[in-house]
């Protein structure tokens, strides 16, 4: 690929991860993930965020900023939005093609900086409102966005073409080919880019979800015409859309969720397996949509983002050595880590002896805010009257949802 014109002397280039890699050494894609970097050039060319130096990677970046035509050493200045390896593991190879670099940076990210690249000449240190002038009318501006997702992240705003350079936040998953704007996709394509940030932002962003909040009030002044995150694809036709998407997904931390329903299930032996069935048509029953998902051969990053959305959670499990199914507790914990707070919850589960399932799931879930109906849970195999109260508590569920 070519780096792509987005404005005048503003350039998008980047490589794409493949899908069978697993971003940040765990989670799935369906299809890869680009990281995208941006050249603006006045007198002056700065790169805002690199590349992570993984297979032939830096050799496709290099060949797409030459199209430009930039070479490494043409470069005046790194722009470090968040310094992440995904986006610097390649830096300190560019920085020996180029050791006169000038580096512009955070506070806490120039000690990071230093930390993984041993850098420390040449470092600018920039707070928010700070200006980097790059002549021929083009300026960029930067702004503090701390914890998106790392403490030292910042934006930059090229003032002369309204672009938000956002590095992570208003990013998604999925590789981009072809083309890099959101007015060149169908619309089946923009749908899956939308799913995509939604699961991106539940495996990556969602724990600091107040700080998206704040993030979008620091720029919501700003004239944005283009949102141009570090993965994904630009948003220039309808930069709001991606913004907004970000404040809605923000909200689902709080109860302001979607009225759908994650059931996500576990069973060694079926018993509780046998029960998931009239789980899914209670719910179905009120109309409510109903997303499935079985641990452990579901991975969690999906599970995440479908849990993320849904304001209710039907979890199904048995008790396991006293306790929960192992595989369902990591699952609870990811919740926690990620906080999957404020659902309306409902458990189902079998059990042999004397239980256990439940009292570790109270305790588990203290610090996730979820409300709870009352369980269903019997011993052994599920009769009649366990399906029936099955259907019977998954449409009270429901209903609670649509009521909300
Ligand atoms: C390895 C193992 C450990 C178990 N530990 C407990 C336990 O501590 N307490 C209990 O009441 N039942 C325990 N059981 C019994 C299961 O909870 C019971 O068989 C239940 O019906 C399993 O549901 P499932 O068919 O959905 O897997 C255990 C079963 C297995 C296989
Ligand atoms: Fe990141
Ligand atoms: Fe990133």
């Not at 765990?26 to 299809?31: E, L, S």
């Not at 670099?101 to 409102?129: D, M, P, R, S, Y």
Request: glycine share 8%; hydrophobic share 40%; aromatic share 12%.
């Amino acid at each position: 690929m070519k780096a792509t014109a987005m404005a005048e002397g503003i350039y998008r280039l980047g490589i794409n991860l493949e899908s069978d890699q697993l971003f940040e050494g765990m989670w799935p894609m369906t299809d890869g993930i680009s990281i995208n970097s941006y050249v603006v050039q006045g007198d002056k060319t700065a790169i805002i965020d690199l590349t992570e130096d993984v297979d032939d990677k830096p050799l496709q970046f290099e060949r797409e900023l030459a199209s430009i035509p930039v070479q490494p050493e043409d470069v005046d200045y790194l722009i470090i939005n968040h310094m992440e390896p995904d986006h610097t593991s390649w830096l300190p190879a560019f920085h020996r093609k180029n050791p006169d670099l000038q580096f512009f940076i955070t506070a806490k990210g120039a000690a990071v900086l230093k930390a993984f690249c041993g850098i420390e000449k040449n470092v600018h240190i920039v707070k928010t409102g700070d200006t980097l002038d790059l002549g021929k009318g083009r300026e960029l501006v930067f702004y503090e966005a701390p914890n998106l997702h790392w403490p030292e992240t910042m934006f930059s705003y090229e003032k002369s073409s309204g672009i938000l350079f956002s590095c992570d936040a208003f990013g998604s998953y999925g590789s981009i080919t072809d083309v890099i704007f959101d007015d060149q996709l169908s619309s089946e394509q923009h749908g899956f880019f939308m799913e995509e940030a939604l699961r991106y932002y539940a495996n990556i962003i969602g724990g600091f979800s107040m700080f998206v909040t704040k993030a979008i009030e620091l720029v919501k002044d700003l004239d944005i015409k283009m949102v141009a995150p570090s993965h994904g694809i630009v948003w220039r036709e309808n930069p709001k859309a991606i913004i907004e998407a970000y404040s809605r997904f923000a909200g689902y931390m709080n109860g302001l969720a979607e009225p759908e329903i994650t059931v996500i299930w576990s069973s060694m032996y079926g018993n509780t397996g046998q029960v998931v069935n009239s789980m899914v048509q209670g719910v179905r029953g009120e109309g409510v949509p109903v997303h499935i998902y079985r641990v452990p051969h579901d991975h969690v990053g999906f599970i995440l983002a479908s849990a993320w959305k849904s304001s209710g959670i039907i979890l199904g499990m048995p008790t396991y050595e006293y306790r929960m199914f192992p595989p369902m507790a990591w699952t609870l914990d990811m919740f926690g880590r990620k906080k999957v707070w404020n659902k309306k919850v409902l458990r189902f589960g079998s059990f042999g002896w004397s239980g256990g399932a439940q009292r570790e799931m109270d305790t588990l879930t203290e610090k996730l805010k979820w409300e709870f109906i009352d369980p269903v849970e019997w011993q052994g195999r599920p009769d009649d009257e366990v399906l029936a109260r099955a259907s019977q508590q998954a449409a009270a569920l429901a209903r609670q949802i649509k009521g909300q």
